[in-house]
């Protein structure tokens, strides 16, 4: 049983009877991210009446730890108030992301509800394209002028502090609002014994920043390169427009995991979580490319079939068509692999393609003799016990050695070219790599076998 479902009746109960104490003590005393754990589970109506219990701002910061289609959910089930109500409560960037998800007539009728200001403030971040530095950034930020006093900084900081995100960072800006510099919290604490010290004097002015339309890629990149708690977003003017947080640049990186790894696993990547996603969402998304996939394997099937009056009518042979197509798969699919990830991580980019290939191509050639060597005792021992046998049992390792270098290169070119044309490498998937290799494996192997046996018969 999960642990979660063990505080559901306790909570049904306290609903039921009216303890509205102990749901105000639950709301409070147990950890946001907790709370909505055990009120998941809940129906939505349980769900809501349990969090009605504590006060906006705790309320938004539960709601929070919900996921996207639970958020959807409720919102849409609220009342207009209290829609508008949760909704102002929430941080700038995921109030924009959740407002895009939610029925627009729904939104229409909450919207005028809340206040004129956030208002402006949606309107303006979501002027931002999708997947940029601007969509993803929050406007709450730590705001100091560069002629403030330390004494002075102190009190602007604490008056903003209730409104704000994150206050590690204190972002100092000149009259025309250009980020001139950054300065901690912590620096500007222990600058308390210097009251008089102006701001200005006690920046870092070397600030790692990124332009509101840069890729959210680029961002997640500079964050972790930099290992920064929040990285500021600044327009062309290089003016202040908000900051990114590290929360959001890991929610970010999970989502971009997930989606990379569905697509390496031949699934269009889901919307939704597992568990809410509908089936006939999930069934179509899986067999749109079972369908290309399926298709490419029919291609094997082709190509087998232009050989069927050759070499396929010695048995032997036939028995080693799924160690081919195998090793050609497996080798094409582990390069796939690394060449993906190591581009996800930056490691290498589409203009190292010639050392790359060069790489691909030396452990193609040693793993290729490694289980051509194997491939070969292996057609000994179960072809005919013959003198031409040694010969035509070459067949095998040949096509092994081959099979995998083709497949070495491919996984490994595939992905670069799709990156250098803008497409998600993830899109060059290991199934879908392997049912191209399956198809060259044939080939070869149909072409080495007549080479050695159909000329040596």
């Known amino acids: ?39 998941d589970m809940l129906r ?4 809501w009446q349990v969090l009605r219990h504590t006060d906006p701002q705790t309320r938004a910061e539960i709601f929070s730890f919900y996921d996207l289609p639970k ?26 992301d959740l407002l895009e998800e939610i029925d627009p007539l729904v939104v229409a009728d909450f919207l005028p509800l809340i206040p004129e200001s956030i208002r402006r403030n949606i309107f303006h971040l979501q002027r931002y394209p999708e997947d940029t530095a601007g969509s993803m950034m929050t406007t709450e930020f730590a705001r100091l002028e560069e002629t403030t006093t330390v004494k002075n900084a102190i009190s602007s900081i604490a008056s903003q502090a209730e409104n704000l995100e994150t206050v590690y960072y204190l972002y100092v ?13 912590r620096d500007l604490v222990s600058s308390i014994g210097r009251p008089d010290a102006v701001i200005g004097d006690l920046m870092d002015t070397h600030v790692i920043s990124v332009d509101a339309d840069e890729d959210t890629e680029e961002v997640a990149e500079q964050v972790a390169k930099y290992d920064l708690l929040a990285i500021p977003v600044v327009d062309q003017q290089h003016r202040m427009l908000g900051i990114i947080t590290h929360d959001d640049v890991i929610d970010f990186l999970r989502e971009q995991a997930v989606e990379e790894t569905q697509r390496l696993g031949g699934v269009a990547p889901l919307d939704d979580s ?16 079972l369908i290309i996939l399926f298709i490419g394997a029919l291609l094997t099937a082709f190509a087998l079939e232009q050989y069927k009056d050759g070499p396929l009518t010695t048995a032997w042979l036939v028995l080693f068509i799924p160690l081919i197509i195998s090793s050609g798969g497996n080798s094409g699919s582990q390069s796939a692999t690394l060449i993906i990830s190591a581009l996800s991580a930056g490691h290498i980019k589409p203009s190292d393609w010639a050392r790359i290939i060069a790489r691909e191509l030396i452990q193609g050639i040693v793993l290729g003799l490694v289980l051509g060597l194997i491939g070969y005792l292996a057609a000994l021992w179960l072809g005919p016990d013959d003198s031409a046998h040694l010969i035509h049992a ?6 092994v050695l081959l099979v995998v270098i083709a497949g070495t290169l491919m996984g490994a070119m595939l ?15 290991t199934p879908f790599i392997a049912g191209i290799i399956d198809v060259v494996g044939i080939v070869i192997y149909m072409t080495v076998a007549i080479l050695l046996i159909s000329g040596t018969a």
């Open 71 to 96: 958020q959807v959910e409720l919102l849409e089930n609220l009342a207009s108030k209290d829609a508008a109500q949760l909704v102002g409560e929430l941080s700038p960037d995921d109030r924009v």
């Open 274 to 289: 597992y568990l809410r996603a509908s089936i006939p969402r999930l069934t179509w998304n899986r067999g749109l490319w």
């Open 1 to 39: 049983m999960c642990p979660n479902t063990l505080y559901i009746p306790e909570l049904r109960e306290m609903l039921a009877t009216g303890d509205d104490a102990g749901l105000q003590d639950f709301c409070t005393a147990v950890h946001p991210a907790a709370v909505a754990d055990f009120t």
């Open 173 to 185: 800006v000149d009259r025309q609002d250009r980020l001139s510099g950054v300065l901690s919290a």
């Open 44 to 47: 939505t109506e349980e769900a």
């Open 415 to 429: 992905p670069l070219i799709f990156e250098r044309i803008g497409w998600d490498p993830a899109l060059m998937s």
């Open 394 to 399: 070459l067949t095998v390792p040949i096509t």
